[in-house]
């Protein structure tokens, strides 16, 4: 099993919907989350990042952490076709080297 | 863009053969950091560099290995190169090392093809 699981997609959903993504994760001692963002042939770049337990909203985008159940998510609200992306999970915790899931690929049609 | 740099683009080689991945880093920006990209694996980390030194190795191949040189740019050496190490592979930056909040800032990655 790996450490960090996040279902590859594709994700296919009309502009103007609410989008939910997620991880799981089997590590305990993973602390600090973070979502990044990548689109075709360009490097991932960082979205957002909770530390713990709770939620965090940044404009469309709410990150949710739940360590009891070991689940990460990532809403998109209003969703546009500018969102299609793929976007990976990715998480720290004993070693500050992140481990990344391996992304799911989101198509946001018109 | 991210600030940091990455050449060549594209590298299309043969089995048995050694390609070399060049990086620079953003400016102000200590930590490299190496990482491979497949379908099936995901982004695996590979190795860190700090301020010349390294400090932190992942799933890093025998036959790959990586220096930083004074400048701070960062190479990665592949070699005996087999068809399963088509892939891209990312170079990050970030400003410190061992911090759990630093970000990292990922370079547009080299898309390896080895026939």
């Known amino acids: 099993q790996k450490e960090v699981e996040q279902d590859p997609g594709p994700l296919s959903v009309p502009e103007g919907a609410i989008v939910s993504l997620n991880c799981t994760y089997s590590n305990s001692a993973f602390q600090y989350f973070m979502w990044y963002r990548q689109y075709s042939r360009k490097g991932p770049e960082l979205l957002m990042y909770?530390?713990?337990?709770g939620n965090k909203e940044d404009g469309r985008f709410t990150a949710q952490v739940d360590k009891s159940s070991k689940y990460i998510s990532l809403f998109i609200r209003d969703s546009q076709p500018s969102d299609s992306a793929t976007y990976l999970c990715a998480m720290r915790g004993g070693s500050y080297i992140p481990t990344f899931g391996r992304g799911t690929s989101l198509i946001v049609h018109p | 863009d991210s600030g940091v740099t990455q050449t060549p683009k594209h590298l299309i080689t043969a089995t048995g053969q050694r390609v070399t991945l060049r990086c620079s880093p953003r400016?102000?920006?200590?930590?490299v950091y190496w990482y491979q990209q497949s379908l099936d694996q995901g982004l695996q980390f590979l190795i860190q560099y700090y301020n010349g030194e390294e400090r932190a190795k992942g799933n890093i191949l025998e036959r790959f290995s990586a220096q930083q040189f004074p400048d701070l740019h960062s190479e990665l050496n592949l070699s005996s190169l087999e068809l399963g190490d088509s892939a891209l592979y990312f170079c990050a930056s970030s400003v410190v090392s061992g911090s759990m909040t630093d970000t990292q800032y990922f370079g547009p990655g080299t898309r390896l093809t080895v026939l």
């Open positions: 400016s102000g920006d200590l930590s």
């Open positions: 909770t530390y713990s337990s």
